[in-house]
Nanobody, 125 residues
Framework: QVQLVESGGGLVQAGGSLRLSCAAS????????MGWFRQPPGKEREFVAAIRASGSRTSYADSVEGRFTISRDNAKNSVYLQMNNLKPEDTAVYYC??????????????????WGQGTQVTVSS
């Protein structure tokens, strides 16, 4: 049974930083691309960042490029999202997700196979 468990969310002031973590189990983590999506209040789920299985390639939504960094530790079956210079519009539930393969990613949530339960990030102005 695949489990993705997020942690690290919380309340932060604008300009602050948070680091989200996702611990994975039940899948061959080192062979899977991993990603982060978010769902702002009243909106659809949207792509944030993704990283290929080897960690050699990453991709970001335009809205977070230069502020967020995705990374992974295959020895710990974990993926991270470092979020700096947070803005009120970053407020959302953040989800960790796993892809069906390791050499590709997608910006559409329907393409991803596994999902965590989500962690709330709230940025106050």
């Amino acid at each position: 049974q695949v489990q993705l468990v997020e942690s690290g969310g919380g309340l932060v002031q604008a300009g602050g930083s948070l680091r989200l973590s996702c611990a994975a189990s039940g899948l061959t983590f080192s062979s899977r691309s991993m990603g982060w999506f978010r769902q702002p209040p009243g909106k659809e789920r949207e792509f944030v960042a993704a990283i290929r299985a080897s960690g050699s390639r990453t991709s970001y939504a335009d809205s977070v490029e230069g502020r967020f960094t995705i990374s992974r530790d295959n020895a710990k079956n974990s993926v991270y999202l470092q979020m700096n210079n947070l803005k009120p519009e970053d407020t959302a539930v953040y989800y960790c997700t796993g892809f069906w393969a390791g050499g590709a990613t997608s910006t559409t949530p329907e393409s991803w196979n596994y999902w965590g339960q989500g962690t709330q990030v709230t940025v106050s102005s």
